[in-house]
Nanobody, 117 residues
């Protein structure tokens, strides 16, 4: 079955970096558009970045210039490189994969990242 598993979260100091990974299984990964979202406690889930099946990338204004989304189709994995992190409440980062044909997305279980001194 379709499955996405995120990893790479943790505690980092302001100004630091984290790289999140999302490994896919049960799919033809190259046929999927991949998105990253983040959700803080008690808040809505916000879109962060997208990489299309053809490799085009898009970012929320709040992370543009600091975050980089990329994919390795040979490893069935999408990454989110987060740089110059700002102090914030702990948030869970989710990846979501959407096949270009059916457009029915699937969520991963999330990985938590905390930016704090």
């Amino acid at each position: 079955q379709v499955q996405f598993v995120e990893s790479g979260g943790g505690l980092v100091q302001p100004g630091g970096s984290l790289r999140l990974s999302c490994a896919a299984s049960g799919i033809i990964f190259s046929d999927y558009v991949m998105d990253w979202y983040r959700q803080a406690p008690g808040k809505q889930r916000d879109w962060v970045a997208r990489i299309t099946d053809s490799g085009s990338t898009y970012y929320a204004d709040s992370v543009k210039g600091r975050f980089i989304i990329s994919r390795d189709n040979a490893k069935n994995t999408v990454y989110l490189q987060m740089n110059s992190l700002k102090p914030d409440a702990p948030a869970v980062y989710f990846c979501r994969g959407t096949p270009t044909v059916t457009r029915q997305g699937t969520w991963g279980q999330g990985t938590q990242a905390t930016v704090s001194s």
